[in-house]
Each structure stands twice: as structure tokens, then as C-alpha cells.
């Protein structure tokens, strides 16, 4: 069963920058879409991104496009968020999850990570 870590969650100042990992368990990792999710308090929880398994192809909720870059490394098993220009509306629990078919977009995954606390505040 494939086991998800992630890790880099901090506090950050508005404008600041930073950088999620969610390591995969297994040498299977490579074949999953990955996606990073995020839920704020009293809110539902939202797909920030999503890459495929070969990392060819990406996705982003329109809140983040220009500031959050998505990226995997499968020799390390690993998948990247690069969160840029943060603001106050990005805090929350930043969750990645893997999903075994590309072409859902990471909407059905079936393996979740137990999330990172971000938080963006001066």
C-alpha cells in the first residue's frame, strides 16, 4: 500500500516563498498521478494541482496559476510544490494524494498523505 509523507509546511510571511515535498513509499510511486490539496479551516477541502505520473503534464485551480509550480522527481519518489507570492488566503493543511489513472486529474485518488500546516501571516 502506497504510503504518502509530506513535509515543508511552516509559517511564512505574505509575499514569501515555499516549498512542499510528499514523498512516495514504494518504487510504484511513478506510476500514480500525484496531486497537492488544501483545506482551510471551515472550508472545503480543494484540488490545488495535479501532475501525471511521467510529470508531463500539469494542472492548476485558477486561485494559483502564476505562483504555484507542481514537479516530481519519481528517482526519489518524490513530488514538489513550489508556492510563490504567498497570501494570507493560502493557509491551510496542504495535502498531497495519488491517484492510479492520468486522465482523472487527480479527482479520485486513493491514497492520501496526512497533511502539512501552512500558514501565511506577518
Known amino acids: 500500500q502506497l504510503q504518502l509523507v509530506e513535509s515543508g509546511g511552516t509559517l511564512v510571511q505574505p509575499g514569501g516563498s515555499l516549498k512542499l515535498s510528499c514523498k512516495g513509499s514504494e518504487v510504484t510511486f511513478g506510476f500514480y498521478a500525484i496531486g497537492w490539496f488544501r483545506q482551510a479551516p471551515g472550508k472545503e477541502r480543494e484540488r490545488v494541482s495535479c501532475?501525471?505520473?511521467?510529470?508531463?503534464?500539469?494542472d492548476y485551480t485558477d486561485s494559483v496559476k502564476g505562483r504555484f509550480t507542481i514537479s516530481r522527481d519519481n528517482t526519489k519518489n518524490t513530488v514538489y510544490l513550489q508556492m510563490n507570492s504567498l497570501k494570507p488566503d493560502d493557509t491551510a493543511v496542504y495535502y498531497c494524494a495519488a491517484d492510479p489513472l492520468d486522465d482523472r486529474l487527480c479527482s479520485e485518488p486513493d491514497y492520501w498523505g496526512q497533511g502539512t500546516q501552512v500558514t501565511v501571516s506577518s
Open positions: 501532475t501525471s505520473s511521467s510529470g508531463y503534464s500539469t
